[in-house]
C-alpha cells in the first residue's frame, strides 16, 4: 500500500516550453501533496505544498506563476513549469500524504528528471 | 524552527561491517523524525520513524535509530552492511504531528553510503 507515481520519469524540452508533470496515489486518498525540487548532489528542497480543492501555498523565493500547482482530485496533483529555462532543469519529486494512511508519513514518488536545453 | 544535521556526507563501510549514519535535530517541540533512503534516479523509500513512542524504532531491510532526547539525536544504524545498502540516507524532521501548520518535512542534507566487498 501507499504508492506513489509520478509521469513522465524523464522529459527534455526546449527552453520556453511548458512541461506538465502528474503525482498520483494509486492505492490511497491524498489529502495533502507536496513537491520537491532536487539539485545534484543535494537534499529535497520542499517547494510547495497542495491540499485537494484548495490553492497551493508555496514556499519563500518560489514562483506561483512559474511553478503551476493544481490538486484537482484526492489522487492526483500536478505540477506545470511554464516557459522553462535550462537552470529549471532539475529533479522533481512529490510525496502525499492521506487520510487514512499515518497521517504523519509523506510517501514519495519516483521522481521526474527535467532538462532544458 | 527546526532543523537537521547529518554528520558526514560520505560514509564508507565493507560489507558485513557497522552501519551508522548520525543525525542531529532541532526543534522547539517533540519531534517526529524519519530516515528515508534513496537509490540512485529514484524517489525516497520510508526507512522507519519516530513519533513518540518507543524510543529505538526498527525500520526495514534491518535498519534501526535511537531517539536520544538528551542528545538530541536520531541515528541509524545496521549491525551488517549488505551491498544493497548502497545509497543516499535522509534524516528528516516534521515539528509535531503534523509539522507546523501543514506537516512540512524539513530533510538534511544526505549522507551516501558505500558499501565495499
Known amino acids: 500500500g501507499a504508492v506513489v507515481s509520478q509521469h513522465p520519469s524523464r522529459v527534455i524540452c526546449k527552453s520556453g516550453t511548458s512541461v506538465k508533470i502528474e503525482c498520483r496515489s494509486l492505492?490511497?486518498?491524498?489529502?495533502?501533496m507536496f513537491w520537491y525540487r532536487q539539485f545534484p548532489k543535494q537534499s529535497l528542497m520542499l517547494m510547495a505544498t497542495s491540499n485537494e480543492g484548495s490553492k497551493a501555498t508555496y514556499e519563500q523565493g518560489v514562483e506561483k506563476d512559474k511553478f503551476l500547482i493544481n490538486h484537482a482530485s484526492l489522487t492526483l496533483s500536478t505540477l506545470t513549469v511554464t516557459s522553462a529555462h535550462p537552470e529549471d532543469s532539475s529533479f522533481y519529486i512529490c510525496?502525499?500524504?492521506?487520510?487514512?494512511?499515518?497521517?504523519?508519513?509523506?510517501?514519495f514518488g519516483p521522481g521526474t528528471r527535467l532538462t532544458v536545453l | 524552527a527546526q532543523s537537521v544535521t547529518q554528520l558526514g556526507s560520505h560514509v564508507s563501510v565493507s560489507e558485513g561491517a557497522l552501519v551508522l549514519l548520525r543525525c542531529n535535530y532541532s526543534s522547539s517541540v517533540p519531534p517526529y523524525l524519519f530516515w528515508y533512503v534513496q537509490y540512485p534516479n529514484q524517489g525516497l523509500q520510508l526507512l522507519l520513524k519516530?513519533?513518540?513512542?518507543?524510543?529505538l524504532v526498527k525500520g526495514i531491510n534491518g535498519f534501526e535509530a535511537e531517539f536520544k532526547k538528551s542528545e538530541t539525536s536520531f541515528h541509524l544504524t545496521k549491525p551488517s552492511a549488505h551491498m544493497s545498502d548502497a545509497a543516499e540516507y535522509f534524516c528528516a524532521v516534521s515539528e509535531g504531528k503534523y509539522g507546523g501548520s501543514q506537516g512540512n518535512l524539513i530533510f538534511g542534507k544526505g549522507t551516501k553510503l558505500s558499501v565495499k566487498p
Open positions: 519516530y513519533t513518540s513512542a518507543a524510543t
Open positions: 492505492d490511497f486518498q491524498a489529502t495533502t
Open positions: 510525496s502525499a500524504r492521506g487520510s487514512r494512511l499515518s497521517t504523519d508519513t509523506q510517501y
